[in-house]
């Protein structure tokens, strides 16, 4: 039963050090999949700075006693309960050992250790180092761990830990030892062991200092010709970090390891990350662009935690976005290095437009209901429910901030001295914020409310231009919108808001830019550091009326509010020497005309387009001196779920409608440029992995999809086969399939259900394509004949499927509850039971992996109201049978 009674609230106030240190810990482990013996022997003393304690409190779950010891001698003076473990009579300092049981087999969670496809692994952040053995699990107690593994020496022939490994020796009975050092004093969320039937790509490199590393890539045998990306995506991010930050590879040896059941991304555990196989494997074959884009993306992500995250960890949990958000701007720096090189903005532009898109997307919406919270949150009840798009990208977007007031130099500065002062430390978002200000001479307490007020910004725009003065005056003004009354209880006052602009003359040119009191003009996009509620910037010398370019780059995460006509939207898409905000125009454009055309499809109202609209597209199609990935996201509408949000009452239905009759009116207005583009991009010839190359096979692909939205979609059909049958490359291969499913949502679905089948018996031994297989299927469009739901059911029952793993879950289930809401949210509320019943489901199983689906009907309250009062009674059925902390935590919000 749902009882908020019952779970306990913590508080970021409530943070008090801990009254015990553990400076070392040496871990034996006798592996056996249903029961693991572990014995932990801890170096504890009194914390000086802390408050005396009576006893020492140790955190424990799902974990069996053996016994207790203090300096060698058993200690009856404890008491194992549901959380853990109290030990009274405890002297100053003390060795305290400990011998308990856990069981790896019969573990679904995937938090703490577990057995996958035989082996072993664990997943410790947040807390599931106590479900392994009793501790001091949380991040501020840092200590030194060696580790020693014992096992089968045939079904584990593997046995790996943090650190170096310093012993190998065989056992009696087939058993085998390894004894692992970590030098570096670490949280015990950064613990990992691994053990099993693996092989590794290896490589050895020199870093900047001269020494010799060794880098590897653990997999199953059979994964060994996927792991060449990571691997070089590893060797890429580890020179980026030296030369961007100058910040070197601190151990002799680095793995990576990848696991098939895994709860999320991957995880940075000191010197030997934990993978998602979706976030390593790949091979042409296999992995389409966008999946090696995300590889070099997370590799990027988990090794820059070595040292933001690692070296430099949280004092608490709250603090999370310390290591999240500065990391993910790590990422998002290497891959747009990685792509376009340091100086190429429009080549730099495609990854922050991605970025953003995923940010507004996904993140603003998240701040508009009632799961919204700080970039460092007040409270939460259960942490694994805070690893969120506030966290990590709006954290990320707070860091560039910083980046944007500062410059490259200024940030560096900033970051040198972070880890000067706290190397080896578990400090604070503020220490952050600290460091950036000292290094560059500037008081940031105004840009503390970052980190403390939730909600979406918005900035109201008014320009005023005086031809006889010559002076063009912009007036911003700051405001949250009418956000979830979560957002609200936070909000304080103005933030210090960089507001990057550039205004543009007639011919389409920048005007140089001066702003009153300035002695000479300087520039063409300047940062306006807005800090009032409103205020007024006057730029001088002004010649001739402008068109402003407002929020270049988006320099902040904040909504702009200004009332462009349909025309100068147009000039700008075609003009704006900031590529970001071309791409801004169009989307603008876009929405505007969407959001209008959902109205009258609600309203059951005929449908019509401006042909002003489709000519600013064709020109971004047919602009053949623009990159390819850039067409490709220009012409890409937006999403519905992001056209729903903007809606004052969301109605999927006719966001659906709407957006399907632009689409296919670009489709048949522009049909001979689409096929032209589909020709002149198609690239014979054996795969490149480029970004190039991607780019060029994004647009080709997005001319096909467009295509297939053809009323007569033969030209599509004849393609998507023709590719289909000769694609070197999964990119290819999937986008083909795809175009047949969305071909047969109007003509006969033969084709597509012959390429379902083959696609499914050429790849039935790579689960990752094999999720595809089911995302493609449940996220395809529906007809009231044909509801996606009927094919959900079905694929549920597939043999490949199981609840068990979460990426399958994901492929079929988060798939159709996210990625198709026009058939999800059908009128019948089928979906909303569906949506229940795996909730429920889940939540036996996998309770993170439950409360991430749970996520799904949160924004129900901004729906219609017959939506809305379905959604209701689902989440009213999930909050009484859900037994979770998790589950429980997210309908609760949601339904208060
Ligand atoms: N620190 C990991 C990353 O950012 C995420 C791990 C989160 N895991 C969890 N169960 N909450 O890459
Ligand atoms: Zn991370």
Known sequence: MSDTATSTVIRRADYTPPAFLIDSVA???????????????????????????????????????????????????????????????????????????????????????????????????????????????????????????????????????????????????????????????????????????????????????????????????????????AMDSLIDAIHWDEERFGLELDLDRFMIVAVSDFNMGAMENKGLNIFNTKYVLANPETATDTDFANIEAVVGHEYFHNWTGNRVTCRDWFQLSLKEGLTVFRDQEFSADMQGGATDGAARAVKRIEDVRVLRQMQFAEDAGPMAHPVRPESYVEINNFYTMTVYEKGAEVVRMYQTLFGREGFRRGMDLYFKRHDGQAVTCDDFRHALADANGRDLTQFERWYSQAGTPRIAVRTAYDSAARRYAVTLSQRYGDAAPAARETQ??????????????RDGADLPLRLEGEPAAGGTTRVLELTEAEQTFTFVDVEQPPLPSLLRNFSAPVIVEYDYTNDELAFLLANDSDAFNRWEAGQRLATRELLALAERAAANEPLSLDDSVVAAFARVLTDESLSPAFRELALVLPSEPYLAEQMAEADP???????????????????????????????????????????????????????????????????AVAQYDSANNMTDRAAALSALLAASATRSAAQADGALDDFYRRFEREPLVIDKWFAMQATQRGSQERPIIDTVRRLMGHPAFTLRNPNRARSLIFSFCSGNPAQFHAADGSGYAFWADQVIALDALNPQVAARLARALELWRRYTPALRERMRAALERVAAQASSRDVREIVEKALA
């Open 27 to 229: 871990l034996e482990f006798d592996l056996v999949p249903e029961r693991t013996f572990v014995k932990s022997t801890m170096r504890v003393r009194r914390n000086p700075d802390a408050a005396p304690a009576a006893r020492l409190d140790l955190m424990g779950e799902a974990l069996e006693l053996v016994s207790v010891a203090i300096d060698g001698a058993p200690h009856p003076a404890h008491r194992a309960h549901e959380h853990g473990l109290t030990v009274d009579n405890v002297p100053d300092a003390f060795e305290l050992s400990i011998e308990s049981v856990c069981k790896p087999a019969e573990n679904t969670t995937l938090s703490g250790l577990y057995v996958s496809s035989g082996n072993f692994f664990t997943q410790c952040e947040a807390e599931g180092f106590r479900r392994i053995t009793y501790f001091l699990d949380r991040p501020d107690v840092m200590s030194t761990y060696t580790v020693t593994i014992r096992a089968d020496k045939a079904a584990y022939p593997v046995l790996l830990s943090n650190g170096n490994l310093v012993e190998a020796s065989d056992l009696p009975d087939g058993r085998h030892a390894a004894k692992w050092d970590d030098p570096f004093k670490k949280p015990s969320y950064l613990f990992a062991l691994v053990a099993g039937k693996l092989v590794a790509l290896e490589e050895r490199i020199r870093t900047s200092s001269g020494k010799e590393k060794l880098l590897q890539v653990w997999v199953e045998p059979h994964d060994l010709d996927k792991t060449r990306h």
């Open 492 to 505: 304080k006052g103005p933030l210090l808001i960089p507001f990057a602009i550039g205004l543009i003359g």
């Open 653 to 719: 239905a006719a966001v659906h409608m709407a957006r399907q009759f632009v689409r296919q009116r670009l489709a048949t207005a522009l049909r001979e440029e689409w096929l032209a583009v589909y020709a002149r991009h198609e690239t014979p010839g054996p795969f490149e992995p480029t970004p190039q190359a991607a780019g060029h096979r994004g647009l080709k692909n997005l001319a096909l999809a467009y295509l297939a939205e053809l009323d007569d979609p033969s030209d599509a059909i004849r393609l």
